[in-house]
């Protein structure tokens, strides 16, 4: 357990990997009421430091979760038992998905990545903009989809956790049908016009400088899209070709994950009508650009 400041305490999984760093980061909040945002993976040890992280005297009187990934949702039915505290969220695995990601999975694709929790149900559904209140706090549920449809960040006095969407590591994950860029891109709009002096990530370490953040990371897709325009400008290409002619010195590992970051850009390029799929909107179908 560590203290990250007062009533806000971080405990890590032991869940270290490609696509969740150090592991996931486990946040309690309060000092007598005490809420935990993204219990984890189901495991027992992690189980075992949550429960010995809450100060003798406390209570666990509310789960959060940001998102249903199976390295941030499964622990909170298991913690839920054991505390009698609700699990909430903004919904089940399938929430918040746009129009066309909703097509994209009734067509038979699938997500990639850090895997989905399909079993995922809250006992108490949050809207954006919900404000959770205990006498030790006040938090507020902001929708932030991008990274999974029914992605939560929480504000918390100048405070911000953003699950998976803003991390200082890396990147975010985005990965069709769960992940949309053009949500994505909307979700970051929304985090800057938020003042926050630190966001604490799903993942790594504090990020002690969020709009910098914020800035790198819509740069970082921005220069994203136009490499794939740039590729796209000889003929048409697939996500496997463009992501091995863009992705050049990224570590082997990861290429699964880049070439699902390329086909979210390519979804987005065909939604604004940048870009077109030569057939069926698929993975594997090539893309053209479109004349201006």
């Not at 945002?37 to 075992?48: V, Y």
């Not at 199976?70 to 969220?89: E, I, W």
């Not at 989905?116 to 559904?125: A, N, Q, R, S, T």
């Not at 699902?260 to 009508?273: E, P, S």
């Amino acid at each position: 357990m560590e203290q990250l400041e007062p009533g806000v305490r971080l405990v890590r999984a032991n869940n270290p990997s490609p696509m969740t760093y150090t592991g996931t980061n486990t946040y309690l909040l309060g000092r007598h009421h005490i809420a935990v945002i993204d219990p984890g993976p189901n495991d027992t040890a992690h189980l075992e430091a949550i429960l010995a992280a809450v100060p003798e005297g406390a209570k666990i009187t509310h789960i959060l979760v940001t998102h249903a990934h199976l390295d941030h949702s499964p622990l909170a039915r298991v913690l839920a038992k054991q505390t009698g505290a609700p699990v909430y969220a903004m919904g089940d695995s399938r929430t918040g998905r746009s129009a066309i990601m909703e097509q994209l999975a009734a067509s038979g694709l699938m997500g990639g990545g850090e895997g989905v929790d399909p079993g995922f149900i809250p006992d108490e559904v949050l809207q954006d903009g919900t404000i959770l209140e205990s006498p030790d706090w006040q938090i507020e549920a902001i929708h932030t989809p991008g990274h999974f449809g029914n992605h939560m960040s929480f504000a918390l006095q100048g405070i911000v956790f953003t699950g998976d969407h803003v991390m200082g590591w890396a990147s975010s994950l985005v990965s069709p049908p769960d992940g949309d860029l053009t949500q994505f891109m909307a979700s970051c709009a929304v985090l800057k016009a938020r003042p926050a002096r630190v966001f604490y990530a799903g993942h790594g370490d504090p990020i002690t400088d969020p709009q910098a953040r914020l800035d790198w990371l819509i740069a970082h897709r921005k220069t994203r899209e136009a490499q794939i325009i740039e590729a796209l400008r000889p003929t048409p290409a697939t996500t496997a070709i463009l992501t091995k002619a863009i992705y050049t010195d990224v570590d082997p590992r990861l290429l699964p994950a880049a070439e699902r970051n390329v086909l979210a850009h390519l979804i987005d390029l065909t939604q604004r009508g940048i870009a077109a799929p030569q057939g069926a909107l698929s993975a594997d179908v090539p893309f053209a650009l479109q004349k201006p």
